[in-house]
C-alpha cells in the first residue's frame, strides 16, 4: 500500500536556481535527512553527499542513481526504446526515425497529424505538433522521432524495484510546442488501471529499469498508448499534487538507494553462519 505524504521540506537549498531538477533534489535531501545519512549539498546544481555505512556517497538524480547507464541510454534513446518495447510485444504509437524530409513527409501524409520529438530530448522540450509539411522545414528531421498524433489524458505511473507506488494524470491545456501550465492530478492505490500497472512494471522490467516514470495517452475510446519511459522523473508533482493523495516518492527513493548499499555478507561467512544456527 502507498502511503499518502505530504512533508514539509525545509533544508538548505544550493542556490537561487529554477530548475525541475533542483526542487527533486530538494526533496532528497529532506528525505536523506530524516534517514539520517548527514547530507550536504556539493554542487549548486542538486548533487549531494550522504553518508552509508561510514561511507561518503554521492546523489546526482540527473544520473538516475538507481539504474544502470546502459539502461539509461537505452530509454533515453525514444527511438530505441520503442524498438525494445516492440521486441517485447508491447503496443506502440505509430513512429518512425526519417533520414529525410520525403520520408517525414510520407508519415505525415500517413496519419494526417504527427508529434515530432527529439530522439535524446527530455523535460516536453522541443516538441512540435505538425499537420503541414510545410512545419517540417525548419527541423533536422534525422534527429527527431516522428509519432501519430492521437489527442487524450496523459497518465504518468512511478514505477520503483518493480512496482508502481504512484500515479497522477497531467492537464497541459492545448499547445503542445509552448510551455503549458500544468496541472497534476493524482489516484489513491484503489483508482489506479490494474493493465497500466502491470504494464508499466513490464516497461520497466523490459529496459532493465529499477527506477521510471512510464508516461501514456489514452484517448477518447480509453485506449492507452505508451507515450515515453523516462529514467529521472521529476519527484515534485508526486509529492505536491494539483489535487489528490500525495505520495512520499523521494522517501520511497532514498530507502532504495540505502538497501541497495547495505554491506553483503561473503557467501563463505554466509554458509557458516547457517550451519552454526
Same mark, same amino acid.
Given at each position: ?41 556539493? #554542487? ?46 508491447? #503496443? ?186
Amino acid at each position: 500500500m502507498v502511503t499518502a505524504f505530504v512533508a514539509d521540506f525545509n533544508v538548505a537549498k544550493p542556490g537561487a536556481l529554477h530548475s525541475p531538477k533542483l526542487s527533486t533534489a530538494e526533496l532528497l535531501y529532506g528525505a536523506a535527512t530524516r534517514l539520517g545519512l548527514q547530507p550536504v549539498w556539493i #554542487t549548486p546544481d542538486g548533487v549531494f553527499a550522504v553518508t552509508i555505512n561510514w561511507r561518503e556517497m554521492y546523489i546526482n538524480f540527473a544520473r538516475s542513481p538507481l539504474n544502470s547507464d546502459n539502461s539509461v541510454s537505452l530509454a533515453k534513446d525514444k527511438y530505441i526504446a520503442r524498438l525494445i518495447l516492440e521486441r517485447h510485444g508491447i #503496443t506502440n504509437i505509430p513512429f518512425a526515425r526519417p533520414q529525410s524530409y520525403a520520408q517525414a513527409e510520407t508519415f505525415l501524409a500517413r496519419h494526417g497529424a504527427i508529434i515530432a520529438k527529439p530522439v535524446a530530448g527530455s523535460g516536453a522540450s522541443d516538441i512540435h505538433h505538425v499537420t503541414q509539411a510545410s512545419q517540417l522545414e525548419g527541423l533536422n528531421v534525422q534527429n527527431y522521432i516522428l509519432e501519430k498524433y492521437i489527442a487524450g489524458q496523459e497518465m504518468r505511473y512511478l514505477v520503483l524495484d518493480g512496482s508502481v507506488i504512484g500515479m497522477y494524470h497531467s492537464e497541459y491545456g492545448v499547445s503542445v510546442a509552448s510551455d503549458r501550465p500544468l496541472q497534476c492530478i493524482s489516484y489513491p492505490e484503489d483508482a489506479w488501471d490494474d493493465a497500466l500497472v502491470a504494464l508499466s512494471s513490464q516497461i520497466a522490467r523490459a529496459l532493465d529499469l529499477t527506477f521510471a516514470a512510464v508516461d501514456y495517452l489514452v484517448d477518447d475510446d480509453g485506449h492507452a498508448h505508451v507515450l515515453e519511459v523516462n529514467t529521472m522523473p521529476d519527484l515534485k508533482w508526486f509529492h505536491s499534487p494539483t489535487s489528490g493523495p500525495a505520495v512520499d516518492a523521494a522517501g520511497r527513493f532514498m530507502h532504495a538507494i540505502l538497501a541497495a548499499n547495505q554491506p553483503v555478507m561473503p557467501e563463505h561467512l554466509l554458509t557458516a553462519k547457517v550451519r552454526s544456527s
